[in-house]
């Protein structure tokens, strides 16, 4: 996956940390840039009120020529579209005495007492310090605005730029758990710091291998070599046993020596047959299979079993499930999840074993699985607590994992209350 979803961008600490950066230099920047356009009204404002200062002088000493001039001088001014206002007022002696010969009303205007006695308001436009406005917020809006979104824009880029890397990592290292071999991290000609991340990870899935593949080959090698010199200890026992004239007590060592070896050579045959299937070294005779004639088997073949435990085995077929497999392998699976069934649930209880559309169930009445460990039964040489008091080598689950996933099935296991219900689930 090339790219990065909104999601994975949501949950990023390096698009979060720089968002958050960013949203702080952007406030920061934003109350300069509005201290700025205070400022810069504010001059604006002062220099129009020094305008309005030399305009007041200008016209008092037009005055001294007479109300003629001054009239002649405002008329003037307003046909050239001048930037104050003027108008003549009437005012009270006692409003007059305090604010002669002018007085400044602020920025905005000011009173002047002419010769004549007329009162002349001088006041600054209000639809400039308007304009004024209408053309600077825009800019200075602009000017916060666009930086605060390229500062966004580039938090986004730079954390895509950063996930995207990870990302080929993360699935790199997915693969590995998932049990692919030869996995590579991309090495660019960058050499930067995931590059050297890439190379360290690279030779760390390289030394993996080769422990695994050096730990598979001496157990293999183990299992293959031990195995010969069991089988003829075995047959020399079996004679042994044929035997008659032998003392009854070393009769029943004798057989309690080969039922050890029986289990012995079980779980060395365990561990090979597990390690061709999965290394694809045993080839599959796939045929068509009818998973509901397999089953139906199975439970044939595991009935004296159950009865010998004076329990119920019960075959129900809900909906026909057909596939293409190996039909040993596949009976092999089932019959171990069955045998399990039988071996975990105490006397007087019932077994079930269904076929559905989606594949075969397994349910028993018995101990069951504890939710921690479901999800290591199928580990090699596992074995839950209470099934250590039961004969086994902890490889019967390992080797029917190992056949589901050659056929592309998985097992599944939850509580049937009381029991376990183990599923041979087809994975579509």
Known sequence: MSYV?????SRSSVFKTLLGL???????????????????????????????LEEKHEIDSIAEYGPQAVDQLLNKKKALNAPFSYRFISLSMDQSSHLY??????????????KDGRQLEIRIRPELLEAYRKSVLPVMMMGVFLPVALMFAAAAVFAIV????LQHVNQAMNRVLCGEKQVKLPVSTADDEFDILAIHLNFMIEQMEKNEASMKSLTVGI??????????????IEQLLDNRKHDPKIMEELCACHDDLELTLSLFNNMLDIAR????????????????????????????????????????TDETCTLNGDRTLLFRAIFNLAENAIKYTPEQGSIEVIVDSLGVVIADSGKGITDKDKSRVCEPMFRADHSRSEPGCGLGLSLVEAIAHRHNMKILFKDNIPGLRARLYMVF
């Open 223 to 236: 299992a293959h070599d031990m195995r010969t010199p069991m089988a003829r200890l075995k047959l020399r």
């Open 277 to 316: 299937i999965n290394s694809g070294q045993q080839s599959l005779n796939s045929s068509h299979i009818c998973l509901s004639e397999l089953s139906e088997e199975v439970v044939e073949f595991l009935r004296p079993l159950a009865e010998q435990k004076h329990q119920t085995l019960y075959f129900r």
């Open 22 to 52: 960013f949203l702080i230099i952007g406030v920061l920047y934003a109350f300069i840039v509005q201290q700025v356009f205070v400022n810069s009204e504010s001059f604006h404002q002062s220099r129009l009120a020094r305008q309005l």
């Open 101 to 114: 010969p002018a007085y400044p009303g602020g920025y905005r205007g000011s009173h002047l007492k002419l």
């Open 5 to 9: 979803d909104e999601y994975a961008l």
């Open 162 to 165: 950063i996930l995207r890397k």
